[in-house]
């Protein structure tokens, strides 16, 4: 506790969330709201199963169409992900 510089609750927070690991945590969270956005609710709606492993990102979907779309957006979807999150949280895409 500091008595020179007092702190509210909402500063310290604020720096809290504001780190680099925290920041770039709380992204990877908002990845499956990043995706509906992206993609739309009828694929959205086919995908079964999001998963961040190592910065890669595996998609499961119910829909060989939706699969085989999807791997050919894999880069435009990168590169959105990331540029919602404010951090390069995806390396890759893996569709299955």
């Avoid at 739309?40 to 961040?52: H, K, M, Q, S, V």
């Amino acid at each position: 506790m500091k008595r020179t510089h007092p702190k509210t609750i909402g500063e310290i927070l604020e720096e809290f969330f504001q780190r680099p690991y925290v920041a770039r945590k709380i992204a990877e969270g908002h990845i499956p709201d990043y995706w509906r956005e992206i993609v739309g609710p009828t694929i959205a709606g086919a995908t079964t199963e999001l998963r961040l492993e190592r910065g890669i990102l595996h998609v499961t979907v119910s829909s060989g169409v939706v699969r085989k779309e999807l791997f050919y957006q894999r880069d435009r979807l990168t590169a959105e992900i990331n540029r919602r999150a404010g951090h390069d949280i995806v390396r890759s895409i893996v569709v299955r």
